[in-house]
């Protein structure tokens, strides 16, 4: 059974920080591709930022590049997302999502979320002006 849980979402002033936890477990994920995801209200769901577990490649989006940072820890299985200087636009439900391979990944990282297998539950990022 595999699992994502994520944690660490939270209420934050504009400009501030908070780093996202997804914790991964029911199998090994050395051959995957981590994502993080985020929907806003009204909003679909969009991708933030990816990368192979292997840590070869990661991919973000052009809100997120230089202020997110896609990171893990092996011993932990356990997938980051660090987020600095948030804004209001950032505020959304936050989720992990987890992708097996795909022929595709030799050309880019997966951007859909059907390109991904598994999510985790969402944490609430909320960022006041």
């Known amino acids: 059974q595999v699992q994502l849980v994520e944690s660490g979402g939270g209420l934050v002033q504009a400009g501030g920080s908070l780093r996202l936890s997804c914790a991964a477990s029911?199998?090994?994920?050395?051959?995957?591709?981590m994502g993080w995801f985020r929907q806003a209200p009204g909003k679909e769901r969009e991708v933030v930022a990816a990368?192979?577990?292997?840590?070869?490649?990661?991919l973000y989006a052009d809100s997120a590049k230089g202020r997110f940072t896609i990171s893990r820890d092996n011993a932990k299985n356990t997938v980051y997302l660090q987020m600095n200087s948030l804004n209001p636009e950032d505020t959304a439900v936050y989720y992990c999502a987890a992708g097996s391979y795909r022929r595709s990944w030799l050309l880019r990282l997966p951007t859909e979320g059907h390109e991904y297998d598994y999510w985790g539950q969402g944490t609430q990022v909320t960022v006041s002006s």
């Open positions: 990368m192979m577990w292997s840590g070869s490649r990661t």
């Open positions: 029911g199998r090994s994920f050395n051959n995957y591709v």
